[in-house]
């Protein structure tokens, strides 16, 4: 049986997303002398959607250990976002995306407000600055419909400027069910429910392979104290390290893995107050949702993200971009002042479609005994992540049925 101890770490506050701190995490692996493998579940990944996968899973009373190679939780993508709550009319009706937002949304407003973790159901205006982009949002008004998103309201331009009178709109959609949140608390309050349920949640711990067997799987993992154990099931949870971490298990078949495609994200910061009081989006570009307009729960007001493919992961903001942007954000706000952004930070979303290719579904593959590895999970992951959490939950209890 491994002994394995992860000493207190303090984790830093996050300066990008969100200004909350991440309390620090504790993490013994428990010992389990009665089962025949050392954990129901090891989840790889301690992000929004790996965490709330754990939280799924202690919650059934399930032995669990989330590792993380990183110092902190949420290290990647879950804190290089928009910290958007969507209602799910962007996404194809009958997919994987559009039945866990929905799921996923009811779920985290609940979890939100019995952990008291802020959030701010702002709503949202998608808005056509022009005659031509009014068959976009009709067919997103179509696609809430076929979805059951509550709260979806069609406005002409004047109901919009009524609403947000800044604005250049010839009509819009609004979204009430929409929001911004504490992605950092709310990743905080998991590891907490985790912890609570028995489960640990183990940093600076990476995954170096795995062999799936008959009825368990040999997780092999790295850090101070380097062991393998045992576990019923293995959960890959770990973001831009999807593909790679599936790479690792031994026999998974290598046309289960799609292809990873980085796709960067910039955000500009706005000076001064903030403009608006509900997010604003323009009508969805190929690939992804388009720069748009939040105001963050410190007041702080942003725009993006663009799409960017890139080979490599770049956090850095190029300033150049700063023309683009002004360019794009004035389509639906004339008034932006000239010098009013600023490089702020940028993500990089673990997309499964490359330049001109159609956007996808999540991809959740369980095709090896033992593992259920997920790809491709970026916007509305975060969103989406206590339903996804609860869909590999109900995977793994149906597979050791």
Known sequence: MMKFVLAATALAALPLAAPAECRPVTARLPYAPAMS???????VGAGAVGLACGYALARDG???AVVEVERRVGAGVSSRNSEVIHAGLHYAPGSLKARLCVQGRRLLYAFLERHRVAFNKCGKLIVA???SELPALLALAARGEANQVEGITRLD????LAMEPG???VAALHSAESGVFDAHGYMDALVGEIEAHGGSVVLNTPFLGATPLADEVQVRIGGDDPSTVTARQLI??????AQECA???QGFAAERIPRLHLGKGSYFALSGAAPFRRLIYPPPIPGALGIHYRCDLGGQARFGPDLEFVDELDYTVDPARVSYFEDYVRRFWPGLRQGALSPDYAGIRPKLHGPGEPQGDFVIDESQPCVIALFGIESPGLTASLAIGEHVAALAARRQA
């Open 37 to 43: 493998t050392d954990f129901d579940a090891v989840v």
């Open 62 to 64: 399930k032995t669990v």
């Open 129 to 131: 600055t022009q005659d």
């Open 157 to 160: 331009g004047s109901r919009t």
């Open 167 to 169: 604005l250049r709109a």
């Open 236 to 241: 890959l949870a770990p973001g831009l390290q």
């Open 247 to 249: 790479r690792r298990v």
